[in-house]
């Protein structure tokens, strides 16, 4: 597999998101704040329903969130969510607790038997985890939202000149 061309695709896939900049910006922001938790199962369920509900453009939102979170950024991810939980809570968590989590969501289990497991666990990972991924992902998320509303604008500025450009030499 070639990782330029696939990046490619996306990168090309995402400027051809058609819409109004603001719903694709909001759209991509509520992936990213979805896709920067720490509760991998739920991503692209939340980031639909969410979309879906909010009218925003739900492809921008599985994109964003899928350039966040993915095999190789999903590991740094839980790390920093787990130190920021754990400055921001009294509870302290490990990384061997991470890691028994992560094999856990990887495991192959299906959705039911995931989730029970999960919840055996106890509450206090799931406190300091979302603790850290809220405190995580409400930048990340605005950053996303901006970045995208710019780009966008642009985009939708440049085809306008171009189209007025066309229909002048007609």
Known sequence: ???SRLQKFYYLKFLRIKGDPKSIAWGSFIGAFI???PVMPFHTIGIIAICMLTRNSTMA????SLAISNPFTYI?????CMKIGNFLTPYE???AKI???LNIIVSGHDFKESVEIL?????EIFI???TGGFVLALPTAVICYCFTLNIFIKIRERRRKRHVLASKRK
């Not at 939102?61 to 964003?64: H, I, N, P």
């Open 35 to 37: 896709g920067t938790l």
């Open 93 to 95: 968590m490990s990384w």
């Open 99 to 101: 890691d028994a989590l």
């Open 61 to 64: 939102g599985l994109l964003a």
């Open 119 to 123: 919840s055996n666990l106890g509450s």
């Open 1 to 3: 597999m070639n990782l």
């Open 76 to 80: 740094p991810i839980y790390y920093v």
């Open 128 to 130: 300091v985890m979302l």
